[in-house]
């Protein structure tokens, strides 16, 4: 009953600006958090950002990866179940599968988010 879709992702140069979508379905749709992480090639997946339900409603807490502070931000769209990762000075080093993902509280770690989404690929070139 729990769906996620990410979209946006692609193919942009350094200095370049992306914004990913990730947008949940289902009537179970009311996640505590949702959240962004990414899998570089041949690396582990690693936190991105995070945002509470109530903040994406409302404003709110919020919470970024040291990696993208600066340069990325999670906001919502509730009218539209829709969470987005607006990126910007994107980096060579950004170049990731990018994952979707819902849980309970916002937290870092993969193994603490329920629901994901099937990833949507982005590629910065220098």
């Known amino acids: 009953q729990m769906q996620l879709v990410e979209s946006g992702g692609g193919l942009v140069q350094a200095g370049g600006s992306l914004r990913l979508s990730c947008v949940g379905s289902?009537?179970?749709?009311?996640?505590?958090?949702m959240a962004w992480f990414r899998q570089p090639p041949g690396k582990e997946r690693e936190f991105v950002a995070a945002?509470?339900?109530?903040?994406?409603?409302?404003?709110?807490?919020?919470t970024y990866a040291d990696s993208v502070k600066g340069r990325f931000t999670i906001f919502g769209d509730n009218t539209r179940d829709t969470v987005y990762l607006q990126m910007n000075s994107l980096k060579p080093e950004d170049t990731a599968v990018y994952y979707c993902?819902?849980?309970?509280?916002?937290?870092?770690?993969?193994?603490?988010?329920?629901?994901w989404g099937q990833g949507t690929q982005v590629a910065v070139s220098s």
């Open positions: 945002i509470s339900d109530i903040s994406w409603r409302s404003g709110g807490r919020t």
């Open positions: 993902a819902t849980g309970r509280t916002t937290s870092t770690w993969p193994a603490e988010y329920d629901y």
């Open positions: 289902g009537r179970t749709f009311r996640p505590g958090a």
